[in-house]
């Protein structure tokens, strides 16, 4: 609000109000998710809550039904959560295919926000694929304002840093695949 627009955070379902258990352990990170009450604060302060997914799996590492509810059974649960409707999914790690954009189609949401679109997808008919840009819990003015501002110096870093980041997350994606080949 004070700087005069909003933005959408983006909650694994089954995470709200826990910490984040995909990095936990692993590389150090602990981000505490917005509960219930938070996330209705939230939209009561002009933002929007959007859907990451059930669990934070990347999506070409589950299998149908487990997409099923990673996408559609994980937009009801938020929505009830949030006591709002959920419009944009955003697939963890910025994966997606053909069968997630149809099932984010079939599940009702307006579209999809990648921080990775992909060109040889094409969404089908009434489905948006929109770029979106991480904020985390530290970044600081100078950070977002960064993200925001492709002319000043500082985007270049930025977008180095992301990709850094977005990069060590295949740690956990290749964790992930382990995980479940032992499943």
């Known amino acids: 609000r004070e700087l005069g627009f909003s933005a959408t955070v983006f909650i694994p379902?089954?995470?709200s109000g826990k910490i984040n258990r995909w990095d936990h352990g692993r590389f150090g990170f602990h981000f505490h998710h917005m509960d219930k009450q938070q996330l209705r604060e939230w939209i009561g302060a002009?933002?929007?809550v959007g859907c990451h997914g059930a669990t934070h799996r990347h999506l070409k590492l589950v299998g149908n039904l487990e997409r099923y509810r990673e996408i559609v059974d994980s937009r009801k649960r938020l929505e009830d959560l949030a006591g709002s409707q959920v419009r944009w999914f955003a697939p963890p790690f910025g994966g997606y295919g053909r069968k997630g954009l149809e099932l984010v189609g079939q599940a009702g949401y307006?579209?999809?926000?990648?921080i990775r679109k992909k060109k040889s997808v094409m969404p089908p008919?009434?489905?948006l694929v929109v770029p979106r840009s991480p904020v985390y819990l530290g970044d600081g003015r100078s950070a977002l304002m960064a993200k925001l501002e492709r002319?000043?110096?500082l985007h270049?870093?930025?977008?180095v840093r992301l990709a850094l980041i977005h990069g060590c997350s295949w740690g956990t994606v290749a964790v992930q695949a382990v995980e479940r080949s032992f499943s």
Not at 110 to 114: C, D, N, Y
Not at 156 to 159: C, G, H, T
């Open 13 to 15: 379902s089954d995470f």
């Open 46 to 48: 002009g933002g929007e």
């Open 110 to 114: 307006t579209g999809v926000a990648t």
């Open 125 to 127: 008919p009434g489905v």
């Open 151 to 153: 002319k000043s110096p």
């Open 156 to 159: 270049r870093i930025e977008a």
